[in-house]
């Protein structure tokens, strides 16, 4: 059974840094690419940022790059996402998910929920102006 565990939200002001961190079980981590994905209240979940199963290849929404930095420890079944210079518009609930193999759908993949196959419960991270 696939479980995703995220940890690290909380309540932070503006400017502030946040650590979030996925812990997997129930699968070959280290075979697989993770992603985190964000949902705002009342609009669309979003695509954050990916990793390849190897951290040999990050992909990042252009609206967090240069802010957050995806990474992974594959002897600790985890992934992270440091969170810096936060932003009103950074509050969401964040979810890690895992690949799913096979035939991916579009040109940039790893933006797509569609290509991933679990999704863990999610947590909020809340930036107050």
């Known amino acids: 059974q696939v479980t995703l565990v995220e940890r690290g939200g909380g309540l932070v002001q503006a400017g502030g840094s946040l650590r979030l961190s996925c812990v997997a079980s129930?699968?070959?981590?280290?075979?697989?690419?993770m992603a985190w994905f964000r949902q705002a209240p009342g609009k669309e979940r979003e695509f954050a940022a990916t990793?390849?199963?190897?951290?040999?290849?990050?992909y990042y929404n252009e609206s967090v790059k240069g802010r957050f930095t995806i990474s992974r420890d594959n002897t600790k079944n985890s992934v992270y996402l440091q969170m810096n210079d936060l932003k009103p518009e950074d509050t969401a609930v964040y979810y890690c998910?895992?690949?799913?193999?096979?035939?991916?759908?579009?040109?940039?993949?790893?933006?797509?929920?569609?290509?991933?196959?679990?999704w863990g419960r999610g947590t909020q991270v809340t930036v107050s102006s």
């Open positions: 998910a895992v690949e799913r193999r096979g035939v991916k759908y579009g040109s940039n993949w790893y933006e797509l929920g569609r290509n991933y196959a679990y």
């Open positions: 129930g699968f070959t981590f280290s075979s697989y690419a």
């Open positions: 990793i390849t199963w190897n951290g040999g290849s990050t």
